[in-house]
């Protein structure tokens, strides 16, 4: 059967729309710092000044790292780990009741996805259209 969108302009497409989330999440908790430390500390994040900070790090530096497609396998793995750990500190749905319960549902399943799809795109590597370091064309450590 043959593909009817060729695999390199996919990958490109599925890295920027897996980093979009990242980089518009990122750039709201650096243009609102004093905003993502009090989501912090309601989330009970541990230190949440420093997890506002580590968080805009990830999200904005490791966004715009997928968009390029440098070093695409480790950071998606990193990223994924760290999508599961916000939905788990950010999106206890299992401590809530009523449509709170469900819509924080949603959103701790939707990071389980996103993780789905970031470790995808770690085993299947940037594709063509990335920046390229080393002679294989492959974008690992």
């Known amino acids: 059967m043959k593909n009817t969108l060729p695999r ?3 990958l490109l ?3 920027l729309l897996l980093a979009l989330l990242f980089l518009i999440m990122g750039w709201g908790k650096l243009s609102d710092f004093s905003g993502a430390v009090a989501y912090m500390t309601q989330t009970h994040a541990p230190l949440p000044a420093l997890s506002a900070a580590i968080a805009i790090l990830v999200e904005l530096g490791i966004g715009l790292a ?3 497609g440098v070093f695409v396998a480790p950071l998606a793995i ?3 780990l760290y999508t599961i750990a916000t939905g788990l500190i950010g999106h206890n749905f299992w401590t809530m009741s009523g449509m ?3 819509d ?3 959103h ?3 990071n389980i996805s996103i993780a789905g799809g970031l470790l995808a795109l770690a085993v299947s590597g940037p ?3 990335a920046l390229n370091f080393g002679k294989s064309g492959r974008n690992a450590l």
Do not use: P
Request: glycine share 4%.
């Open 8 to 10: 390199d302009a996919a």
């Open 78 to 80: 990193i990223l994924a």
């Open 127 to 129: 594709g063509r259209y």
């Open 13 to 15: 497409v599925a890295r």
């Open 66 to 68: 997928l968009v390029a």
């Open 100 to 102: 709170l319960r469900y």
């Open 108 to 110: 701790f399943y939707k």
């Open 104 to 106: 924080m549902m949603i």
